[in-house]
């Protein structure tokens, strides 16, 4: 079973409330010892998040569109018809960022899932109160050769997540992922999204350094952090004008930005913090 299908099943279980959540008290055992390092990092499906992009970029001193096109694959997802990036090399086979000895090259700017692992962690948006996700933390299924649960380090769910700066990926992947939970329920986005909206939707997700330079917002003056989050919000309100002019959402049948210009107008206010 691949880590989408584990993904799925572990939704699935969330929607119908039989997902068990561990507590932060709960304890486990685990550390990565040498004689399976890096095991893990081999034909695994590795899909990132815009921070995690981000992230990963400015460690390596490069912009967001020169690492999705240097180590990543960027298309349209098939269920949720959303752009996604996935590490290209650790699908096929070791990660582009797997050292000879089974260390990881960015440790320090690792992704998300990484960084979680060996615990993993689903999101629902309930319809009754979607700005409060519901989360459920779970131990991932064991991957065979990995000697992680059997070392002596003992942590509490809490410890991991506070170790790992997941706190603050969760915060941020989740405004992400309201927004997608937003375009696909209240936009009925898989209806119209299609590659070439994926592409205009690029800077926002992958690439702030276009915006940036477009608007005249260097890193000085504005944070990463606070960007990211002036990004989501501007390409909430662009894909909600988007779906209007189509006839989808909550804005279908008024008056509505047409054409490109217009709209990086409509959302430029957003991305300088002057809303």
């Known amino acids: 079973m691949s880590l989408s299908d584990i993904h799925r099943e572990y939704q699935k279980m969330l929607a119908n409330d039989t997902l068990q959540n561990l ?14 390092m890096g095991l893990c990092c081999k034909r695994i499906e590795i899909f990132l998040d815009p921070w995690d992009v981000e992230t990963l970029a400015r460690h390596l001193g490069i ?5 999705i096109a240097e180590y990543c694959t960027y298309g349209l997802g098939a269920e949720w018809r959303w752009p996604f990036v996935q590490l290209r090399h650790a699908a096929d086979g070791p990660c582009a960022f797997l050292l000879e000895d089974g260390r990881c090259q960015v440790y320090p700017a690792r992704p998300r899932n990484c960084r979680a692992y060996p615990l993993g962690r689903a999101v629902r948006f ?12 779970f131990m991932l299924p064991r991957m065979d050769g990995c000697l992680g649960h059997r070392s002596a380090r003992r942590w509490t769910v809490g410890e991991w997540l506070t170790d790992s700066d997941l706190h603050r990926y969760h915060t941020l992947s989740d ?22 909206t994926a592409q205009m939707m690029l800077p926002f997700l992958y690439a702030p350094e276009i915006l940036r330079a477009r ?10 952090e606070e960007f990211y989050r002036r ?5 909430r309100t662009l894909l909600t004008e988007v779906a209007a002019g189509l006839g989808y959402g909550p804005q279908a049948g008024t008056e509505y930005a047409a054409t490109a210009g217009s709209l990086m107008d409509r959302v430029r206010p957003i991305l300088a913090g002057v809303e």
């Open 215 to 224: 608007l005249g917002i260097p890193e000085t003056e504005v944070s990463h």
């Open 23 to 36: 507590p932060k008290d709960h304890v486990f055992r685990f550390a990565c010892p040498s004689t399976c």
């Open 175 to 196: 405004l992400h992922l309201a927004l997608v939970n937003y375009a696909a329920n209240e936009l009925r986005s898989r209806e119209w999204m299609h590659i070439s």
């Open 126 to 137: 309930r319809e009754d109160d979607p700005a409060q996700p519901e989360e459920r933390l």
């Open 63 to 67: 912009t967001g569109r020169e690492f």
């Open 231 to 235: 990004r989501m919000r501007a390409l």
